[in-house]
């Protein structure tokens, strides 16, 4: 078998528990599999980097900025390189350049477009453990670039997917995916498998095991995903197609506590004109999540939608600068607001699942203020004071726990 | 004029002395030049890596080794070309990747081979500051190298012969070459100029200024070489052809302290016995200086030598085990002995030196315990304790002082 195992910052911010990363990599490699291992930058090494950066230019250039974080991961490999060597086990560690990571020149938030594959089949074929630098690339200037958010994940899922990995591991603090946040459902209960789209739902949704730009990725290539823990050698979660064992209708509960809402009031009921409003918005890259339109009594529309709260302050300036265009007479903001939302492939085949979801929550006296719905997914939005009770109202509704 | 700066590690160690660099390089920038720029990784991060690797391995892969150690630099490049931006001038870091800078494999130690010029000739097209990265290049595998001692002087003055830039700056804490070390001679006078191979034996004979690695390139390629302070603006020394405006004697005075003197004694005085104590030594790669040889009155001979006091023991070693084939009946070491030169072009033309400096030393009361000579140079061995007044004698009886 060919492994790929990614391994995030807090997994090898010092000497053990690079020792207990490399140990790991050689039990595999020991079982007579070939192992590709992707790692992210030492604990706090790219904070500091950054910090140092902002001292010398409140806003570095941004190529300057990659080729600076680029070293994190690098000593990272390099260390793991060594580790594996003290060990015993022959390894080599290769960067973004000695792989050949293809990205474009989105400095900071680059995207992968090729990766050569034969120099790390080489290194395999010569019985080697390889590390790769996650979050990195290199573009056709041979600039140095990084992946942005969730990096190391894509990298290690692009890596599998180009060489054709059996398996694609991403290692956490966490035992795997869970049917919602053990720290707010004390009796949550561990997924064994999960589909990939019910996962970008629970990814895009609040549960922040994996990224979801990593298990689109897995999704498009299809790429067999394992979520476990470097911790302890528990089993984990396996992402994958459809397919699966258990045909639960819910797979989990998942909670978003960073929303607000901005309502826009008393606009005229024209056609086209949520469509100016949410244009208005995309054009300042401030990502618009659940709308609500509704007419009122005076044939004038309010439009409500949820936006991130870091986004606020850019969205009321969209809206006052353009409030004649959207022929508005005002607009609210509430920022205490959260998201919760029940996800299950099952779901589509079973009705009565948001029936079951509302009773919950009007059992528990909790209002709800806006509801979305997918094929996949029911979300509603509720006071944020009520939403851990939320979830647990609704896990249990469900029996999902143990 | 195209010219080619090089900064130290202690230049670049924090964000003032960062900034204090880049104005340096901006002036040469705003009258009109190009400049490149190669930069040593910032004060200790070096030894912080060494420490850390030694940690996980106490004999790290020197592959891997090279992988760590070059993020120094990227380090140094990186915030030089943000400190750059930050005061209003277009700049650019490269790492040995980007430049293509081709070294053999002897990681930790390796050589340079060819450097591609392209990348960098473009960035100054386009009217850039060019910040490269010192001490670090890239094998025919596209694996990272260092070249050891001396590394980031080797790559500016490479850089500035495959450039055939006008000028190779080298920044030091020191405002140039010095008649003689200027702690030990408080009188001792900066010299506006000096010729290649004075300057091979003033770097060979300690005084810690340039490493004759760097000399011995600038030499091989005619790189105007140029060494002054990175505190001032004071003109510094210049190295190049012989060609002197001053016409002195001796330009300079040196000495070593890292220098242990061992005798094999009573070897037969056959042909060939000499060759094979050498021949010994140079297989364990240790580097033997001033050899005498002298015969005795039973027609046995004595062989002394100096070595550098790190590679007593190993010597030791060799000369235990083939103390036979060296038909010797003993030796002896001597580690509190030091190395006094006086090193001049002129000396070539003008007989009397060694007479004047012999002088000089008897005069003192000091002894000399053995001699060499070369064309440019006259060493003498004498007790450590002597060497400071030795080399003030000396530096006055050539009234070389201010």
Do not use: W
């Not at 949550?188 to 999960?194: C, N, T, V």
């Amino acid at each position: 078998m060919l492994i790929v195992k990614k391994f995030g910052g807090s997994s090898v911010a010092n000497r053990e528990r690079i020792f207990n990363v490399a140990r790991r990599c050689i039990e595999d490699y020991k079982a007579g599999h070939d192992v590709v291992v992707v790692l992210s930058a030492m604990g706090d090494t790219t904070d500091d980097l950054i910090d140092m950066a902002r001292s010398i230019n409140e806003h570095p250039p941004k190529r300057e900025m990659d080729m600076l974080l680029s070293v994190g991961e690098q000593m990272s490999v390099a260390y793991m390189g060594m580790a594996m060597d003290a060990l015993g086990v022959p390894a080599v560690s290769l960067n973004a350049f000695q792989v050949q990571m293809h990205t474009n020149s989105s400095y900071g938030a680059a995207k992968l477009k090729r990766i050569d594959t034969e120099r790390i089949r080489n290194e395999l074929e010569m019985h080697k453990i390889v590390i790769v630098t996650g979050f990195q690339g290199v573009n056709k200037f041979d600039d140095v670039t990084t992946l942005g958010r969730g990096g190391s994940d894509t990298t290690a899922v692009a890596l599998a997917a180009c060489l054709h990995a059996d398996s694609c591991e991403i290692y956490t603090d966490v035992d795997g995916v869970y049917t919602a946040d053990p720290r707010i459902v004390p009796n949550a209960r561990k997924l064994s498998e999960i589909s990939y789209s019910e996962m970008l739902e629970m990814a895009t949704l609040g549960a922040k095991v994996l990224h979801n730009r990593s298990v689109e990725m897995a999704n498009k290539y299809g790429v067999r995903l394992v979520v476990r823990s470097s911790l302890n050698t528990n089993e984990g979660t396996v992402v994958k197609e459809a397919a699966r064992m258990e045909k639960m209708i819910v797979s989990g509960v998942a909670s978003d506590k960073d929303v607000a809402r901005i309502s826009v009031m008393g606009v005229e009921n024209e056609p086209g004109i949520a469509f100016k409003v949410f244009n208005s918005l995309a054009k300042k890259k401030i990502n618009v999540d659940i709308i609500l339109q509704s007419v009122g009594r005076d044939g004038t529309k309010d439009i409500a939608f949820t936006v991130a709260r870091g986004d606020v302050e850019a969205a009321i300036d969209v809206i006052r600068e353009d409030m004649k265009i959207f022929t508005a007479k005002g607009y609210e903001v509430e920022e205490g607001v959260a998201k919760v939302s029940v996800i299950g492939a099952g779901m589509t085949s079973h009705p009565g699942v948001a029936a079951k979801m509302f009773e919950a929550l009007s059992g528990g006296g909790i209002n709800i203020k806006m509801i979305s719905t997918s094929e996949i997914r029911i979300t509603v939005v509720v006071d944020e004071a009520d939403a851990d009770r939320a979830v647990r109202r609704i896990h249990d509704a469900f029996d999902l726990g143990d």
